[in-house]
């Protein structure tokens, strides 16, 4: 009885141990609270594609099952339902309707119900530290109701209901470990609800990465199973040694080879170039390491200790 027992604790603490964390979300009804908690922000309002179902999802007749999809600054909006067999024989589409109720944006819109998480979402190129966005629902009746799935950077998932959203409504959420999928539906449809437009959306502005030249000293052997030498060059303005974090590096693919129980990066100082300054030379994995066949440059990409991300490319000499 006392195994039984002892076995049900370890199945009930594994299980609990392997749920994903829930990291602290918040949500915002105002859209000058959320400009003012992401800093600088940029606006997206599709003024840019004219209106109508966007050309990649056309002819919108006959059905077929493909997703439809837009990408735009770092945004891809994907509708799954189409209306097969119904008369109107419809594929899956991505609608853009002018508006003076969100002018100057656009409103977009799947032309159809949506009545699961999967049926109309928005991803990110790069998990987001907050999005906002204008809802409107659908005039028919019974009125849509509106829910928000928020998933985090962890897989942890949210669902948030906002109501109807029969007049123009404001809805946004930040995230301490970023944002990378928001879905939105209306789980009780009865498939004659109306849609869901949104515009006028606004996420922060993308932080563009610092340029650092940088110098790959050796040819690779992808054969030998060893390391590779990089070396990020300092600079008057940049100190490499003391404001990169090696953790955070990679090249092709490969990591900073790392030893000891601390994870200890294997880099060293060094005047690589002769100009009297000190230089970062990190060893990376070159069973790590690919590139396209022909490729004559490897680009190095990471972070400074305060958190810029750091970009530079470099000849490479592959044999």
């Not at 076995?7 to 990291?23: E, G, N, R, T």
């Not at 009780?188 to 849609?195: A, E, F, T």
């Not at 100190?239 to 090249?251: E, F, G, M, V």
């Not at 990190?282 to 004559?296: N, R």
Request: with cysteine; glycine share 8%; aromatic share 6%.
């Amino acid at each position: 009885m006392k195994v039984s027992s002892y076995l049900l604790l370890a199945v009930i603490i594994l299980f609990i141990w392997a749920m994903p964390a829930h990291a602290a979300i918040t949500t915002f009804n105002n859209r000058s609270s959320l400009e003012g908690v992401l800093g600088p922000h940029e606006a997206i309002t599709f003024e840019e594609f004219p209106d109508g179902p966007i050309a990649s999802c056309t002819p919108v007749h006959p059905f077929i099952p493909d997703p439809c999809v837009l990408t735009t600054e770092g945004i891809t909006f994907t509708s799954t339902v189409g209306e097969p067999g119904s008369g109107i024989n419809q594929r899956p589409i991505l609608v853009l309707e002018s508006s003076f109720v969100v002018a100057p944006s656009k409103l977009l819109n799947p032309a159809a119900d949506d009545t699961s998480a999967e049926s109309f979402f928005l991803t990110f190129s790069h998990p987001l530290q907050g999005i906002g966005l204008d809802i409107l629902g659908g005039t028919s009746f019974p009125p849509t109701v509106i829910f928000v799935k928020v998933t985090e950077a962890n897989g942890s998932v949210t669902e948030i209901p906002i109501g109807n959203a029969l007049s123009l409504t404001f809805f946004g959420v930040t995230s301490d470990i970023g944002i990378t999928k928001l879905s939105l539906f209306d789980p009780i449809s009865d498939g004659s609800s109306g849609l869901i437009n949104i515009s006028n959306i606004v996420v922060p502005t993308p932080t563009v990465p610092l340029t650092v030249s940088i110098d790959i000293l050796k040819s690779i052997n992808l054969k030998s199973h060893g390391v590779f030498p990089v070396a990020i060059l300092s600079s008057s303005s940049f100190d490499a040694p003391t404001q990169i974090n090696p953790n955070t590096l990679t090249i092709g693919g490969a990591t900073v080879k790392t030893t000891g129980k601390k994870d200890k990066a294997h880099c060293q100082t060094d005047d690589v170039d002769g100009d009297g300054l000190l230089d970062l030379v990190c060893e990376f994995s070159t069973d790590q390491f690919s590139i396209q066949p022909g490729a004559s440059t490897a680009v190095l990409e990471g972070e400074t200790f305060d958190g810029t991300p750091i970009s530079g490319a470099g000849s490479v000499n592959i044999h």
